[in-house]
């Protein structure tokens, strides 16, 4: 009967640690890119085209939930829009007169089609603080500060897409504080994908792209980001909570 009892045990212990495994691999399969096309309501801006209005802080439109804020990057630019796309589709919107197209077909950065990547949106802005929108927002650069709202990331591993100037696209600060090590994207050919990852993440702030590119002078280096879901080893709980079972029972027998 004893027997009986302690498979009983052993095989909840192990249907506890199989269901952790797939909550955990549920949970990180979340990417940070909502599976909809619209604009990222930032923190500083809110949502200021017709676009979809997406609030990553409601579960509803953003399974993995967050706040983005998006920062001052270079004097002759004002803060970026930030959008998701899926260049599968054609879509225009406007911020008041001012035009945004994102064709099935891109002036530079073509992100495969099919897949949901966020796209910042440069703003211009003249020394009469007029503001314009390069390229029809197909210059894709941008500053952002993702905040994951108290919860901590193991690891995150993002996907750089279209990354050709060297040292500009990089990970500023993890956590509040400049990383001790760089996290720059390498600079590769055009349509290149680069992957940086970062661990136990409560916030990071990334630059994407470079308004100021040797290579694109008169336009700039767009850049778009996706995140990468990860698989994590959650099913040592499971094999922990098994053995548990077993030293419990060892220690019984001993008398302990």
Not at 142 to 158: A, H, I, M, P, R
């Amino acid at each position: 009967m004893q027997k009986v009892m302690l498979s009983a045990k052993i095989l909840a212990a192990a249907t506890i640690g199989l269901s952790v495994l797939t909550f955990a691999s549920t949970a990180s399969a979340t990417s940070l890119v909502p599976n909809i096309e619209g604009e990222i309501k930032t923190t500083n801006l809110g949502c200021l085209s017709n676009a979809t209005c997406i609030d990553t802080t409601n579960a509803a439109q953003s399974p993995f939930t967050y706040e983005v804020t998006s920062k001052s990057f270079d004097s002759k630019f004002t803060e970026s829009l930030l959008f998701v796309d899926n260049r599968a589709t054609s879509n225009s919107y406007s911020v008041g007169s001012l035009g945004i197209t994102f064709g099935t077909t891109d002036a530079g950065t073509n992100t495969p089609p099919g897949q949901y990547w966020f796209r910042p949106v440069a703003r211009r802005i003249d020394q009469n603080n007029n503001i314009s929108i390069p390229e029809s927002g197909q210059l894709e650069i941008g500053q952002f500060f993702f905040d994951f709202l108290g919860k901590e990331v193991d690891s995150l591993t993002l996907e750089l897409f279209d990354v050709e100037d060297k040292d500009i696209t990089k990970i500023l600060k993890v956590n509040g504080a400049a990383p001790i090590t760089p996290i720059v994207a390498a600079e590769g050919p055009n349509g290149n994908i680069q992957r940086v990852t970062i661990k136990d993440v409560k916030n990071f702030q990334i630059q994407l792209g470079n308004p100021n590119s040797t290579k694109f002078p008169t336009t700039g280096d767009g850049v778009a980001m996706r995140s990468v879901p990860e698989p994590t080893a959650v099913i040592s709980l499971g094999a922990l909570a098994v053995a548990g079972m077993f030293g419990t029972r060892q220690r019984r027998k001993m008398g302990v």
